[in-house]
Structures are given as structure tokens and as C-alpha cells.
């Protein structure tokens, strides 16, 4: 992204002002921000906006627009909000999205894992065998005991009914140990389906000035500058700042972490803000480098037409039972293990985003019923 380009991005970030009291809570009225407050807010916008990294190719960003040479208004105040009783925040929201193909790949994992779920239901043969058997047995009890009542004897109708219960219950028992069997399996399954993302690398990075107290829980993603600020910006100067760069572990959570310019963060605290032309002459920075994703590669078994994939090596196994061997090896497929991403990463661009995918998940299903 050129120096231009930088200049002229439209960040797409929520720039939420955070009064101490919604205007619903007002307990008199509201008040317009003074030229003052207009003033700081305007520049720790700004401020805040500058040490943003550039938005690496590829990604796309979900959130309002604004540009930066057209500072948004501040909300209303309550009327009994003392000058400088607000906090400024923002965020920024980046999403990659995958190509088309590792789309597909993903996708037809997802269906198969999802049948081979739905395949850990099915009893094995000689179960089933023994289940069928009892089914024909309940329901002749059934049978009997409609024709008994209907014929008035009513002891006759009680003894089928209750050999119809006794029945039922071994039927529930058989089903019930089996999906204790295959529990373990199902968990494994599942646990692999829910790891194949189809939404894409997401990440967001928020940053504030002036929050009341300071996190305690800072760490490797997340960090702060300065002091607490019981007051907020009280004084129209800068106490303090917060980052977090929030996401699921991913090369882009990483990229944003390290490009956000956390060393101008810390000049802010204690120190006049810079003017909007000196946030806007920050907004020069290099480039960041394309994110680098290893390409998915599904189980054998999961078929994609035209796909040039390999298919996946052989992975530790998850537990197994004494179900069908057909349903232990779809439970001891492999999932790829993403390739590490290189410092300096140089790759193609990203495909352009695509619509998510909708790869419905089969719910399980009980086996049960008269």
C-alpha cells in the first residue's frame, strides 16, 4: 500500500465515544461537548487511528467507516457530566477470507466429518440384528395386548403390555450401550469438525484512551501505558492507553500484533496530543506484508471434484470401540498440520472474499421411538 493510498484509506473501525452516562440515564439534561472536549476527542481519534497498522492484501475490514481528515462528531453529553468525564475507544475488525478452493476443501471435509458422525449411530450388524429382533418381539406384545383389551380380557391385555415395557427397555438399553461405545468417537469427530474453519482469519485490535482502571489481566495480546484515570479525561489530557489485539491464534492475529505501533501509543501519555496533521503525517507508514495461510488439505476420504490436493498423512488416532471398522478409520484420519509461517513472509495475494460457507451440520439423531 503506497504512502498515497495510506493517506487516503477509509478506515473502517468503530470510533465509540463511551460517556459515563447514556443520555437515557441523564439525570437533568444533555449538553453539547465544549470546543475543548470536541478538540481532545477529535486528536485522540487520531492519535489512536495513526498507530493502526495498514490493512495487509488481502484482508477486508467489518465495521463503520470514517475518514481520517473527517473526524467524527463526539456524542452528547449529560448535563451533569463535568468536562472531560468520557474515555475514547475504538476498533478495528479484519477478516480474511479463503479462497475459493481451500473453500471447497474445507467444505467437503466438513460434510464428510459430519456423515461419518451420523455413521457412528448405525449399530453394528449383529446388534442391530439382536435390536430388530427385540422391535418384532415388542411389537407382537403390542399387538397381542390391543387385541386382548378389545376383547375385554383385561388380565390378558396387563401380561402383554408389561412383556411390551419389559421389551421396549431392553431395546433402549442396547441402543443406550452402543452410543456409550461410540461416544468417544463422536467427541473426536466432532472436535475435528469444529477445528475446519470455513469463516476465514479473524482478528480485531481495540484501543483506548483514559479508562478508568487499567486491565489486570494484561498480556502476550494486550497491554497498557500510564496510569488509572478515576476521572477519565478530566483535565483534557492523557492518562492512559490500552491495546488488545483480540482472535483465535492465526498468522493474521500475529501480523496485527506486530505492526501495530505500540511505541507511539506510549509517547501519547503525559504529553500534549499531536495536532490531526500530525496524526495524518504518521499515516505514511510501510506496508504490511501479505498474510501467509498453508493450504488445506482434507482426509482421504473426503472427495473434492477437481481438487489437486494432496491427500493428508496419517495422524494419531482417537479412541476407538467396538463399532463398524469402517466408522474407526473415518476416527483416526488425519487433519494437516498448518505449515509455520516465515518471518518475512512473501506469497500471492488472497482471493477476493467470498460468501461464507453453509455447510449445514447433520444433527444427531435419536434412534428410539414406538
Not at 7 to 13: E, G, P, S, T
Not at 112 to 117: D, H, M, N, V
Not at 304 to 331: D, I, L, R
Not at 343 to 355: D, F, G, H, S, T
Amino acid at each position: 500500500m503506497t504512502s498515497k493510498n495510506r493517506r487516503l484509506f477509509v478506515l473502517a473501525f468503530s470510533a465509540l465515544l463511551v460517556p459515563m452516562a447514556a443520555i437515557a440515564d441523564c439525570v437533568d439534561a444533555t449538553r453539547e461537548p465544549t470546543a475543548a472536549e470536541q478538540d481532545f476527542y477529535n486528536r485522540s481519534v487520531a492519535a489512536l487511528m495513526a498507530a493502526l497498522p495498514a490493512v495487509p492484501q488481502g484482508v477486508t475490514l467489518e465495521a463503520r467507516t470514517y475518514d481520517l481528515k473527517k473526524m467524527p462528531t463526539m456524542n452528547v453529553l449529560c448535563k451533569e457530566q463535568k468536562i472531560g468525564q468520557f474515555d475514547v475507544s475504538l476498533g478495528l475488525a479484519y477478516v480474511l477470507k479463503y479462497s475459493e478452493e481451500d473453500l471447497k476443501l474445507r467444505g467437503a471435509e466438513r460434510r464428510w466429518l459430519s456423515q461419518q458422525i451420523d455413521a457412528t449411530l448405525v449399530m453394528p450388524p449383529e446388534k442391530n440384528a439382536q435390536k430388530q429382533a427385540l422391535r418384532k418381539q415388542e411389537e407382537s406384545a403390542r399387538s397381542a395386548a390391543y387385541v386382548a383389551r378389545k376383547a375385554g380380557d383385561s388380565s390378558g391385555a396387563a401380561a402383554k403390555e408389561a412383556e411390551s415395557d419389559a421389551l421396549y427397555k431392553q431395546i433402549e438399553e442396547l441402543q443406550r450401550k452402543h452410543n456409550a461405545e461410540v461416544k468417544p468417537q463422536q467427541e473426536a469427530l466432532r472436535k475435528r469438525m469444529d477445528a475446519v474453519d470455513v469463516d476465514g482469519l479473524q482478528a480485531e485490535i481495540r484501543l483506548a484512551i483514559n479508562q478508568i482502571k487499567l486491565p489486570s489481566n494484561a498480556g502476550a495480546n494486550s497491554g497498557a501505558f500510564g496510569v488509572d484515570s478515576p476521572g477519565r479525561s478530566a483535565a483534557l489530557k492523557v492518562n492512559n492507553v490500552v491495546w488488545s489485539v483480540r482472535g483465535k491464534d492465526s498468522p493474521l492475529r500475529d501480523t496485527l500484533q506486530s505492526s501495530l505501533d505500540r511505541n507511539l501509543l506510549q509517547t501519547l501519555v503525559g504529553k500534549t496530543l499531536p495536532t490531526l496533521a500530525e496524526s495524518q503525517a504518521q499515516w505514511t507508514k510501510a506496508a504490511v506484508p501479505a498474510i501467509a495461510v498453508a493450504a488445506f488439505t482434507p482426509s482421504p476420504q473426503a472427495q473434492v471434484p477437481g481438487s489437486t490436493t494432496a491427500p493428508a498423512k496419517a495422524a494419531e488416532s482417537v479412541p476407538t470401540s467396538n463399532a463398524s471398522a469402517s466408522v474407526q478409520a473415518v476416527a483416526n484420519a488425519a487433519l494437516p498440520t498448518p505449515t509455520p509461517v516465515p518471518a518475512n513472509p512473501v506469497v500471492a495475494p488472497i482471493a477476493e472474499p467470498l460468501k461464507k460457507a453453509n455447510d449445514a451440520v447433520n444433527l444427531l439423531r435419536g434412534m428410539f421411538g414406538r
